[in-house]
C-alpha cells in the first residue's frame, strides 16, 4: 500500500502526529550525533595534541564508540518494546548525557578509548528505539516518509555542525581557567544532553491512546488506520522475538546497512582533517569559515537526497528499487573520489557519494515488516541497525589506518562504492521477493495485494 491509498481523513491525522512528534524525535537525534561527532572537532582544537593521537589511535576512538553501541542494540530495543518508549529513550539519552560530561575529564587517549565505547554501550538502541516509536504512531504506508525525516539528521547535523562546533570550541577556550577548550565543549554537549533526557521524560508519550492533543475521533481513526495495515501481513510471517535473529533476509538486510555507517562516519570524522589539509594542496590560506562552509556541502546533498528518495520511495512503495538507484549513485560518488586529485573535485565526488548514501536507511528499515512482523520487528530493527553499523566502526578506522600507510583514504572509497552496489542488489532482491510472495497470495485475498507497496 503507497501513500495514496491511506484515507483522506486518516492522511490528515498522520501528517498532524508526524509534524508533532517528529520534530521533537529529531532534536533528540541531534543532539546524540553531536555528542558522538564531537571528537571529529575536538581532535584538531588540540584534543589529538593533549592526548598524543596519531591518525589510527583517532581512528579507533572514533569508530570504538560502535562496538560499545552494537553489543546492546538488541536487548535495548526489546527493553523499549517491554518498559515503553517513555523510560527507555528517557534512559538512553540521560545515561549517553552523562558519560559525555565524563568525557570530558579523560586524561589519556586509552581513557578517552573506553569513554567512547561506554559512549556507545549509553546510547545503544536509540535509533532502531525510535524507529520502533514511529511504529506506533504511523501507518506502515507512510513510514519511510518519517524514517527520511528522521534519518536525515545525521546530515542536517554535519551540515551545520562546522560552524556551530568551530564556534563552541572557540568560545570554549577561556570559559573555565586550567580547563583546555576540547574539554569544555565535551562537558557541554554532555549536559545538554542530560537536560533533554529530562525534558524527553514529559513530552514523550508511549502511544496514541496517550495523546491528548488528539480527540476520540482521532485517536480511533490513527489506531484503525495502523492496524488495518498491520493486518495485512501474510500468515506465513514469524511473530516471535527471535524470528528476527535467525531470519536469513534480516541478516542480508544487516549486511546491505553496513555501507551506510562504514561511509557517513568516514567522512564524519574525517572530512573536516580531509579540508584542512586543502591548505598545503592549493597552497593558499583557506579560512576556518571557507572550511566550514566546504564540510557542509556533501551533507546538503545528503539532505536533499533524502527527501528526494525518501518521497519517491513513499510514493511508489518499492524501497528496494529506490535503494538500488541511490546506491548505485552513491557508489559512483565514492569511486570518483578514489579517481580525482583536484581538492574541489573531492569535494563533489564525495558529495554525491553522500546524495545517494542517504536513502539507504529509511528505505532498508521499511523492508523489516514485510519479513517479519509482531515482537520480532523490535529485534530484527535492531539487529540490522547493530550489525550494519559494525560499518561505523570499520569506516573511521581503516580511514585512519590507510592515511597512516599510504597518506591517502583512496582504497577506503574504492571498498565503499564496492559495497554499496551490494546494498542496492540486496534490497532489490528481497523486495522484489516480498512482492512476488504476496502477488501469489492474490486469489485469497484482494486486500492482501493492497499490502505490496506497504
Known sequence: MNSKNLRGGDRAIVNRVMWRIVPFIGLLYFISFIDRIAISYAGPHGMTKDLEMTATVFGLASGIFFAGYILLEVPSNLALAKYGARKWLTRIIVSWGLVQTLTAFVPSAE??????FLLGVAEAGFVPGVLMYLMFWIPKSRRV???????LIPYLTNAVSGPVMTWLATISKDMIPGFAGWRTMMLITGLIAVASGVVAWFILLDSPKMARWLNDHERDSLNKAIAREEDTAPEAVNHSPLAGLKNPNILLLSLAFFPL??????????????IAGFKEQL????SSTTQAGLNAIPWICAIVGALIFGAFADRTGRPGAITLIAASVGAAGAVGAALVDNPYALIAMLSTAAFGLSAIAPTLFALVPKIVAGVAVAAATALV??????GGFVGPYLMGFFTDLAGSPKVVYY???????????IAFKIDNHHRRTLGDLAPQSEHVVQTVSS
Do not use: E, K
Open 111 to 116: 581513557w578517552l578509548i573506553v569513554a567512547r
Open 415 to 425: 571498498i565503499l562504492g564496492t559495497l554499496l552496489i551490494l546494498t542496492g542488489v
Open 283 to 286: 597552497g593558499v590560506d583557506i
Open 385 to 390: 541497525n547493530s550489525l550494519g553499523s559494525i
Open 261 to 274: 555507517p562504514f561511509g557517513v562516519f568516514s567522512l564524519t570524522f574525517f572530512l573536516p582533517t580531509i
Open 145 to 151: 516518509w518519517a524514517f527520511s525525516l528522521f534519518l
